[in-house]
């Protein structure tokens, strides 16, 4: 008898031939299209984009003549997704949805509807690959890996995935590239062969975040300050060059360091980094978000891409939110491990220390790294490996 898997068909091209391939393998294969988001009035295209991704969804099953199950789990992402994004966001955090929506929405429901259905596997769409070995305490692991395509590698959308969830999951794009991919879906004609590759939150779709926001976090306009690149807040980073304790501190600004510019509708809106939706102008460079305070209701602005104030060279992962891929690859407190980190999907890897204190564990890095986001995850790889993760404390 046919080893059976459900897999989950968004509507996209990756899913769709990932699906294709498995019946090639000769699973049996069933379908699982998830419904997690009906509001379309945050969406920029003002259409329920999941009615589109089911019909399409619904047409490559046909095609490939497998069943599809469609499942409503969209009070479940209200609540471990959603909800969380406002809460974060009020904070002064910018989350991850989409890291968070795998590993609290897609495998937890796969997962589910596996065991249900006598299923052995489940499988996605996603670049990235799995095995197993024996670690050094004479226990089997699961290993997530890299994908293949390094331009499309989507390890770090996973980094959240417990072995318990990696232990009976497929992964059949994971070790070619998206042109193959492109390739086969035309062969085949499939039904999403030309669709586009989906932007925005996972399950949302592109949305203009401050009307999204808005739907819980009321507004309220504060000043924006631009911080000279002088000010002494980046001097005392030099005289510890080594402590990274104090490497991993974020900068505090006062409105003493720089000068009102212009205002803006609420810090909480804002995040690290950005460039856009500021309505400042005047200035020969770029302007960019260095640091927002939601307690003042103030945002920190600097220009140019090469602001002292974009960068860092350490952060730090509280207790509690350390996240070991790999059990049996822990560091105990005390212990140092050097290590390739990302700190947001598409970043290439970079060198950096892993340091485990009693409070947490300090990323100190080989060069200072740009806008080091609070709320975002950091991922910790040993080659191809994803070992471990966390949620960027600061």
Request: net charge negative; with cysteine.
């Amino acid at each position: 008898m046919n080893k059976k898997v459900v897999i989950g068909l968004s509507g996209g091209v990756d899913s769709a031939v990932a699906a294709y391939l498995l019946k090639q393998q000769g699973y049996d294969v069933h379908a699982l299209f998830m419904i997690n988001w009906k509001n379309s009035s945050v969406t920029l295209s003002g259409e329920c984009a999941w009615e589109e991704d089911q019909m399409v969804a619904k047409m490559v099953a046909r095609q490939l003549d497998i069943p599809l199950h469609v499942v409503d789990s969209s009070e479940r992402y209200m609540s471990h997704v959603v909800d969380y994004m406002f809460d974060e966001y009020a904070k002064g955090r910018t989350p991850n949805p989409d890291v968070l929506c795998n590993r609290e929405i897609k495998f937890e429901i796969f997962s589910r509807y596996a065991q249900e259905l006598g299923a052995d596997y489940v499988a996605t769409g996603h670049y990235c690959r799995r095995d197993e070995v024996v670690g050094a305490d004479g226990k089997r692991y699961s290993r997530l890996l890299a994908g293949s395509d390094p331009n499309k590698d989507q390890s770090y959308f996973l980094c959240q995935m417990s072995q318990s969830q990696l232990k009976n999951v497929l992964f059949p794009v994971g070790d070619i590239v998206k042109p193959e991919v492109r390739r086969i879906a035309a062969e085949q004609n499939l039904a999403c062969a030309q669709r586009k590759d989906s932007q925005g939150i996972c399950f949302v779709g592109k949305v203009d975040l401050p009307v999204f926001l808005q739907q819980k976090l009321k507004s309220k306009e504060g000043n924006i300050v631009e911080v000279t690149d002088d000010a002494y807040i980046y001097r005392r980073r030099h005289d510890a060059p080594d402590d990274y304790r104090a490497l991993s501190k974020p900068y505090v600004y006062t409105e003493d360091d720089g000068f009102i510019i212009g205002r803006h509708i609420g810090a909480q809106y804002y995040t690290i980094g950005q460039r856009k939706g500021l309505n400042v102008g005047g200035h020969e460079k770029p302007i960019y978000v260095l640091a927002t305070d939601v307690n003042t209701n103030t945002i920190y602005i600097g220009m140019g891409d090469e602001h002292p104030g974009l960068f860092r060279k350490a952060l730090f992962v509280s207790e509690n939110e350390i996240h070991d891929t790999r059990p049996d690859l822990a560091l105990q407190i005390g212990e140092r491990r050097r290590c390739k980190v990302r700190i947001r999907y598409r970043q290439p890897l970079q060198d950096a220390e892993l340091i485990r204190e009693p409070e947490g564990l300090y990323v100190l890095f080989d060069e200072p790294q740009k806008s080091v986001t609070p709320g975002q995850f950091a991922a910790w790889y040993d080659g191809d490996e994803l070992f471990g993760s966390g949620v960027i404390a600061y």
